[in-house]
């Protein structure tokens, strides 16, 4: 077997493979004779059947089948012979591939494009520069944060009348048109409002002032103007909903409005543990200002990748095959049509062009993921999700089982790798380039990441 290369550019080339009837011959001479040894035919007895019906029958699938691994073996081992670093994979050459006859033909060619991925050629140095916007922490966003960790800790109070921002628990009865309880209307029921969440400016007016025990009546779809909230605060269907059109007596029992917790010890415990270091009003503030500089750092960090992604791929000035690339992604997708390859083609093309400088940084720098990284990162990644819930002492144990069923799974297990792969090369870029710091504040950073 000969395989010979034809370059067209840079990232383009033709590989024509010529398989010869001594390549193929001894092969599909054993397999028909195994055929005839086992092949069944009404007629003749096993083992029995003439050589020319068995040639006739099975030949062609046997030597096509033949053929066809050859290439795939040859092909394969040739590109790693050669040290190819292909882009997708080889696609049939149209123009150049000859007809062939596998009736009559012995020798065979066969064309093949393929794409080469391009040679990076970047050095991270500080000739390069890259800005890294800081986002400032306000006194502002701050004191937002101790008010929502207030209000997440706050809880309801009796009170005597109610205001526009109370709840109020009390017995819903159906009426009918004279202003009696409906026969067989909806069942009495226990109902909390909340009052602000009343549209009706009328009924909701209605309700300010009110005192335990006092009776209103009103229609609750004019004052919610959603008959799917009164399906769920009348706990009825759909479709009772859907037609109901009926004032309801409102005897109110319970009045409550919302405090919100008070900064004191208890709240620093329940918000950082009991063991928290967090004594004071200045320590929670103190505290509270790490970690929003913490959560932005993230905010930062993305943008800087972004913006490393741009800036490099403008340094790299990276050719690709494109009219190959857009043929391939058709070839193994076939889902995908011509008009949505050429939709998100550009996002592939930059996507593909930061892999190609990734894996130069990667190899470059001799940067390598360890299994106990993967594994470290899988315990935070249970940690966070713990933490999401309000959990926050877990025992180790309990972290290590929870991330190695994450690490158990293949695809979780790839993406993390990536993701850990990603973060260290956009860290040596950090470590490589100029950072031009930039403070910013949060609106500002917003508009730019629009």
Do not use: C
Not at 59 to 71: F, G, H, M, T, Y
Not at 122 to 127: E, F, G, M, P
Not at 257 to 282: C, H, M, P, W
Not at 390 to 417: C, H, M, T, V, W
Request: aromatic share 8%; no cysteine.
């Amino acid at each position: 077997m000969n395989i010979a290369r034809e370059n067209i550019d840079a990232v383009n080339t033709v590989l024509k493979v010529a398989v010869e009837k001594a390549d193929y011959e001894k092969t599909v001479a054993d397999q028909l004779k195994e055929y005839r040894q086992k092949a069944v035919i009404p007629g003749f007895r096993p083992g029995k059947v003439p050589d020319s019906l068995i040639r006739r029958k099975y030949r062609i699938p046997i030597l096509v089948d033949e053929v066809n691994k050859l290439l795939s073996k040859n092909l394969s081992q040739y590109l790693v012979d050669e040290k190819l670093h292909i882009l997708g994979e080889p696609l049939p050459n149209g123009e150049q591939q000859k007809t062939i006859n596998w009736e009559t033909d012995e020798n065979f060619e066969f064309a093949f494009d393929i794409a080469l991925a391009p040679e990076i050629n970047i050095s991270l140095d500080k000739n390069i520069e890259i800005r890294f916007y800081k986002i400032a922490v306000s006194e502002e966003m701050i004191n937002q944060q101790v008010e929502i960790a207030q209000s997440r800790l706050g809880e309801n109070v009796p009170d005597e009348e109610i205001k526009e921002n109370s709840s109020v628990r009390g017995d819903f009865v159906q009426l009918n048109e004279s202003g009696e309880e409906l026969e067989q209307g909806i069942s009495p029921m226990d109902v909390l409002i909340a009052i602000d969440r009343i549209k009706d400016d009328e009924i909701k007016t209605n309700f300010v002032g009110k005192k335990s025990g006092d009776v209103i009546i009103f229609d609750p779809v004019k004052a919610f103007e959603n008959r799917h909230e009164v399906r769920h605060m009348l706990k009825i269907k759909q479709d009772e909903a859907d037609v109901l059109n009926s004032n309801f007596k409102f005897t109110i029992n319970k009045i409550l409005r919302f405090e919100k917790a008070e900064l004191n010890e208890d709240l620093f415990k329940k918000l950082y543990g009991e063991e928290t270091d967090v004594q004071s009003i200045d320590d929670l503030k103190n505290r509270i200002k790490l970690e929003l500089e913490t959560n932005l750092m993230y905010s930062s960090n993305n943008k800087f990748a972004k913006d490393a992604h741009d800036k490099l791929q403008e340094i790299a000035n990276i050719e690709l095959p494109k009219a190959f690339l857009k043929r391939w992604l058709i070839a193994v997708n076939k889902e995908l049509t011509v008009e949505q390859v050429e939709k998100e083609f550009d996002a592939f093309i930059s996507d593909l062009k930061w892999q190609l400088i990734k894996d130069a940084v990667i190899k470059e720098n001799a940067i390598m993921v360890t299994p106990e990284e993967t594994k470290s990162f899988a315990i935070q990644m249970a940690r966070a999700q713990y933490n999401q819930y309000g959990i926050f002492d877990i025992l180790d144990e309990q972290l290590e089982s929870f991330a190695i069923k994450i690490l158990e799974k293949p695809e979780e297990n790839e993406r993390i790798y990536k993701r850990i792969y990603e973060e260290k090369v956009i860290q040596t870029v950090m470590g490589k380039v100029t950072l031009l710091e930039t403070e910013v504040s949060q609106e500002e950073f917003n508009k730019m990441s629009k």
